[in-house]
């Protein structure tokens, strides 16, 4: 089961960190990911991180804004979102992949329940 946290109301230029908590003892073993789907849009990929948190990867649109990490000893992940802008505006969903990696969203097969974020102009 997963469990995202951390969505809100922020203005334009500001940040949020979501926090997505795994109950899964294997937590280590998943690269997990954020994606996102926007009104009337397809849910699209964000960011990537691999079990050890070693190798992670963005899409172009969020890279050098949005930073993934994760903390196995706490079954957590992260996704830090500065500089935000309207358009990032969507349900962020974390999910989970045994095969290691990722970036589809047919290759995770645990998804949370999704957190609003929201950003004003």
């Known amino acids: 089961q997963l469990v995202e946290s951390g969505g809100g109301l922020v203005q334009a230029g500001g940040s949020l960190r979501l926090s997505c908590a795994a109950s899964?003892?294997?937590?280590?073993?998943?690269?997990m990911g954020w994606f996102r789907q926007a009104p009337g849009k397809e849910r699209e990929f964000v960011a990537v991180?691999?079990?050890?948190?070693?190798?992670?990867y963005y899409a172009d649109s969020v890279k050098g804004r949005f930073t993934i990490s994760r903390d196995n000893a706490k079954n957590t992940v992260y996704l830090q979102m500065n500089s935000l802008k309207p358009e990032d505006t969507a349900v962020y969903y974390c999910?989970?992949?045994?095969?290691?990696?990722?970036?589809?969203?047919?290759?995770?097969?645990?998804w949370g329940q999704g957190t609003q974020v929201t950003v004003s102009s």
């Open positions: 991180i691999n079990w050890s948190g070693g190798i992670t």
């Open positions: 999910a989970a992949s045994s095969t290691g990696w990722g970036r589809n969203s047919y290759e995770f097969e645990y």
């Open positions: 899964e003892g294997s937590f280590r073993r998943y690269a």
